[in-house]
């Protein structure tokens, strides 16, 4: 019922920078906690970012001073500012929204930093 639409992915040099959006469906926005995932070729999808309904933060030790997130109620869209892009960054990054016991996942949105 809920869907999750990524958007912003691409192709970036090393330092450069780029913006995810994830746009929500549904009237409920406000109420969910939301998060920012990625995952790497041959690797296990690990937590990059994330924020809380009341837009407390909370970010990985790989983003923290590169990578801001936040949200747009008004919206419904939670957005991934990346700056400072490393090829390791490199990977499929997923949102997540989550509210009471519900999870829902977006298809993902694929970075890739690269010369």
Not at 87 to 110: F, H, I, K, N
Request: glycine content about 10%; charged content about 15%.
């Amino acid at each position: 019922q809920v869907q999750l639409v990524e958007s912003g992915g691409g192709l970036v040099q090393p330092g450069g920078s780029l913006r995810l959006s994830c746009a929500i469906s549904g009237s409920r926005f406000s109420a969910y906690s939301m998060g920012w995932y990625r995952q790497a070729p041959g690797k296990q999808r690990e937590l990059v970012a994330t924020i809380s309904s009341g837009s407390l933060t909370n970010y990985a030790d790989s983003a923290k001073g590169r990578f801001t997130i936040s949200r747009d109620n008004a919206k419904n869209t939670v957005y991934l500012q990346m700056n400072s892009l490393k090829p390791e960054d490199t990977a499929v990054y997923y949102c997540r929204a989550t509210v009471m016991a519900s999870v829902y996942w977006g298809q993902g949105t694929l970075v890739t930093v690269s010369s």
